[in-house]
């Protein structure tokens, strides 16, 4: 059974210091490298997904709050609906 491989595109289009953008890249990197080894090894791409949500909300928490993060989230629909998590849109 053959898996897509899983690639992160970075949003270039946000106004971050340099440094804080390539620490992100190098993140989306470890992140996808992980994924596709994990997927290579049958887990599924559902449990992957939650697994890597829980994850992130947990360190968002644990660092910065829980009324901050809730704050953050709460924020996500719209920019789902703006297509931002959109693997396959294209950018101009």
Known sequence: ???AKLTLPFDRTNTL???VQQEREIALEYLAEAWN???EDGVDSQALAHAALF???ATL???HGEE???RMI???PNR???GEYSLDRVLQ
């Open 61 to 63: 928490v644990r660092d």
């Open 17 to 19: 210091p340099e440094d």
């Open 37 to 39: 080894s994990a997927s």
């Open 1 to 3: 059974m053959t898996h």
């Open 68 to 70: 901050a993060v809730s």
């Open 74 to 76: 709460g924020n996500i």
């Open 55 to 57: 994850a992130a909300i």
């Open 80 to 82: 789902i609906e703006s």
